[in-house]
């Protein structure tokens, strides 16, 4: 049964000023803004797409130079309204659990589409970061940033065996649902963690239309993640 | 004339898109602008809702299948125990919304509710959830039976009734009538309709559609339950985003106006549907 609690909380709506838009491979960007907020490492935001959409979008935060950053893949018109607007960005945040590590032994593996959360992990934790890619990554963003890529399907399921036969005690997956169901079945000697990325309406507990099935009965991604275990959403085989 | 709520203002959450009270945690909200906030429907037992995937959006309506996933009337109380309801009301006037699977289930959460009743202006009943199998919206196809029920919450208490009613179990000015002639306060209309679509994974999705596309059909509805029943008690429900649509069901007839689904779009437009109205 899922938890019904309250929290003492408050979610601020912040009007962010765009910065910088990067092509960081085909159709995803990663966008920083001027402004920075609080979070913590694993915490997401809820973006406003204005008349392209009807709810709000969430997207894992990340910090870049010191201010806050997002990555987005153009999926849809509401994403593509966030990557092209020059407007400034009505968000609330920040959202939804921050991610704690039993130690910092551990790597971070991202899709592009979640880029700026793992360059923020990444720095946060001091632990080694890896993108997996569809295809390659643009110029602008290797010359900018140091990464470990991997580019297709091949690339990733190497990348997996690798990570499985490793020193590192956890493994952060963020991407897909598909990428990181095969995080989880691929890797049996880690424990892996999944930054799950269901359908948000509300963000922040009230409309229970994020509900994700677990071993432990149905919980929802805004207020009982974004971050599971994976073993909690994927029996391993 | 029939007995009225006297909100602050006549704007309202609707019961489900707001849960249990989460957008007070929200500080562009100034809630001295919202009339009540109707909390998600309780049931007896507690429910965990449908199977994921639960929810889509288009650009002009949403569909949802959550299923009444809710706390039971465990929960409920935990929350009137723990101080959770005191604390929400001290902000905003709330709303109970109650459902249930049977007759015998509504009677029964309407007893058991009965000793905290008074914490709350109003007690809206739910006859018109499209994703439950049993109660919800199948309550009302059987109308002597679902007359019984009416009758029977009406003498288990004197708090202020709303019977919140769809437009699938007939004409919703004909059901309002009979809400009326049992002794009830007020009706809610309309809830979302039963939809379908095929979302971008290919799979069909059943669910209750909500947003933009309802306001019309939940304008109409007003405007005929109006007609019919000059002093009945009329909260708006459907599809309203913004300040124009709020005058123009208060217009048609409705007392007050309720936001669900726009709450997701971006709910500091609270603030400037209350704005007009707060004094
Ligand atoms: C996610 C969601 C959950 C809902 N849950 C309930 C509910 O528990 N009880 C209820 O009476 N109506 C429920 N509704 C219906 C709304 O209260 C409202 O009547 C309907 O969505 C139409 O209004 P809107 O277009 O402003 O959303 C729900 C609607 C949505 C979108
Ligand atoms: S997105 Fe609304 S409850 Fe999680």
Same mark, same amino acid.
């Given at each position: 049964?899922?938890?019904?609690?309250?929290?003492?909380?408050?979610?601020?709506?912040?009007?962010?000023?765009?910065?910088? %838009?990067?092509?960081?491979?085909?159709? +995803?960007?990663?966008?920083?803004?001027?402004?920075?907020?609080?979070?913590?490492?694993?915490?997401?935001?809820?973006?406003?797409?204005?008349?392209?959409?009807?709810?709000?979008?969430?997207? +894992?935060?990340?910090?870049?130079?010191?201010?806050?950053?997002?990555?987005?893949?153009?999926?849809?018109?509401?994403?593509?309204?966030?990557?092209?607007?020059?407007?400034?960005?009505?968000?609330?945040?920040?959202?939804?659990?921050?991610?704690?590590?039993?130690?910092? #032994?551990?790597?971070?593996?991202?899709?592009?589409?979640?880029?700026?959360?793992?360059?923020?992990?990444?720095?946060?934790?001091?632990?080694?970061?890896?993108?997996?890619?569809?295809?390659?990554?643009?110029?602008?963003? %290797?010359?900018?940033?140091?990464?470990? +890529?991997?580019?297709? #399907?091949?690339?990733?399921?190497?990348?997996?065996?690798?990570?499985? #036969?490793?020193?590192?005690?956890?493994?952060?997956?963020?991407?897909?649902?598909?990428?990181?169901?095969?995080?989880?079945?691929?890797?049996?000697?880690?424990?892996?963690?999944?930054?799950?990325?269901?359908?948000?309406?509300?963000?922040?507990?009230?409309?229970?239309?994020?509900?994700?099935?677990?071993?432990?009965?149905?919980?929802?991604?805004?207020?009982?993640?974004?971050?599971?275990?994976?073993?909690?959403?994927?029996?391993?085989? | 004339?029939?007995?009225?709520?006297?909100?602050?203002?006549?704007?309202?959450?609707?019961?489900?898109?707001?849960?249990?009270?989460?957008?007070?945690?929200?500080?562009?909200?100034?809630?001295?602008?919202?009339?009540?906030?109707?909390?998600?429907?309780?049931?007896?037992?507690?429910?965990?809702?449908?199977?994921?995937?639960?929810?889509?959006?288009?650009?002009?309506?949403?569909?949802?299948?959550?299923?009444?996933?809710?706390?039971?009337?465990?929960?409920?109380?935990?929350?009137?125990?723990?101080?959770?309801?005191?604390?929400?009301?001290?902000?905003?006037?709330?709303?109970?919304?109650?459902?249930?699977?049977?007759?015998?289930?509504?009677?029964?959460?309407?007893?058991?509710?009965?000793?905290?009743?008074?914490?709350?202006?109003?007690?809206?009943?739910?006859?018109?959830?499209?994703?439950?199998?049993?109660?919800?919206?199948?309550?009302? !196809?059987?109308?002597?039976?679902?007359?019984?029920?009416?009758?029977?919450?009406?003498?288990?208490?004197?708090?202020?009734?709303?019977?919140?009613?769809?437009?699938?179990?007939?004409?919703?000015?004909?059901?309002?009538?009979?809400?009326?002639?049992?002794?009830?306060?007020?009706?809610?209309?309309?809830?979302?309709?039963?939809?379908?679509? !095929?979302?971008?994974?290919?799979?069909?999705?059943?669910?209750?559609?909500?947003?933009?596309?309802?306001?019309?059909?939940?304008?109409?509805?007003?405007?005929?339950?109006?007609?019919?029943?000059?002093?009945?008690?009329?909260?708006?429900?459907?599809?309203?985003?913004?300040?124009?649509?709020?005058?123009?069901?208060?217009?048609?007839?409705?007392?007050?106006?309720?936001?669900?689904?726009?709450?997701?779009?971006?709910?500091?437009?609270?603030?400037?549907?209350?704005?007009?109205?707060?004094?």
């Amino acid at each position: 049964m899922a938890s019904f609690s309250i929290k003492n909380v408050k979610y601020n709506a912040y009007l962010l000023t765009k910065k910088s %838009t990067i092509e960081i491979t085909d159709r +995803t960007y990663l966008i920083s803004f001027q402004e920075d907020l609080e979070f913590s490492p694993g915490q997401f935001c809820m973006v406003n797409v204005d008349g392209a959409g009807l709810t709000r979008k969430p997207f +894992t935060l990340g910090r870049i130079e010191g201010t806050v950053a997002i990555s987005v893949k153009i999926a849809g018109k509401g994403s593509e309204y966030i990557v092209k607007t020059s407007e400034r960005l009505n968000v609330l945040a920040p959202l939804g659990n921050a991610f704690v590590p039993e130690n910092r #032994n551990g790597a971070v593996v991202v899709a592009p589409s979640c880029l700026a959360e793992g360059l923020h992990l990444s720095e946060h934790f001091k632990i080694p970061l890896f993108v997996a890619s569809k295809s390659a990554l643009s110029r602008e963003i %290797t010359s900018q940033f140091e990464l470990n +890529t991997v580019v297709g #399907n091949d690339g990733y399921l190497r990348l997996l065996e690798e990570l499985n #036969n490793s020193r590192f005690d956890w493994i952060f997956v963020s991407g897909s649902r598909i990428m990181e169901e095969l995080a989880v079945r691929n890797m049996p000697n880690k424990l892996v963690y999944v930054s799950l990325n269901e359908y948000m309406a509300c963000g922040i507990g009230a409309c229970k239309g994020c509900a994700v099935e677990t071993m432990n009965g149905i919980k929802h991604a805004c207020t009982d993640g974004p971050v599971f275990r994976g073993d909690e959403i994927w029996a391993r085989h | 004339m029939g007995k009225a709520l006297n909100l602050r203002t006549p704007i309202v959450i609707a019961s489900g898109p707001g849960g249990f009270g989460e957008y007070l945690n929200v500080s562009s909200v100034d809630w001295s602008y919202v009339g009540a906030y109707t909390l998600k429907t309780v049931t007896l037992n507690p429910k965990s809702g449908n199977k994921p995937p639960r929810m889509y959006a288009s650009k002009e309506f949403l569909i949802n299948r959550i299923g009444l996933e809710n706390p039971g009337f465990d929960g409920l109380r935990k929350m009137v125990e723990d101080g959770t309801i005191d604390k929400l009301a001290s902000i905003v006037p709330l709303i109970l919304s109650l459902g249930g699977d049977s007759f015998d289930e509504y009677v029964e959460i309407t007893k058991l509710c009965r000793p905290f009743l008074d914490k709350f202006i109003a007690v809206e009943y739910n006859f018109s959830c499209p994703n439950v199998h049993h109660g919800g919206l199948s309550i009302m !196809v059987d109308r002597e039976e679902w007359r019984r029920l009416l009758k029977a919450i009406r003498t288990e208490t004197d708090a202020f009734i709303i019977a919140k009613l769809g437009i699938e179990s007939g004409f919703v000015e004909e059901m309002a009538r009979i809400v009326s002639s049992e002794g009830w306060d007020g009706v809610t209309v309309i809830n979302t309709i039963r939809g379908l679509m !095929v979302n971008s994974e290919g799979q069909t999705v059943l669910g209750g559609l909500s947003g933009p596309a309802l306001y019309p059909i939940a304008l109409r509805a007003v405007y005929e339950v109006r007609k019919a029943l000059p002093d009945i008690y009329i909260i708006a429900s459907g599809g309203v985003y913004a300040p124009e649509q709020v005058r123009e069901m208060l217009r048609f007839g409705a007392n007050a106006v309720s936001v669900g689904s726009a709450l997701f779009h971006d709910e500091s437009v609270l603030n400037e549907m209350g704005k007009e109205f707060s004094r």
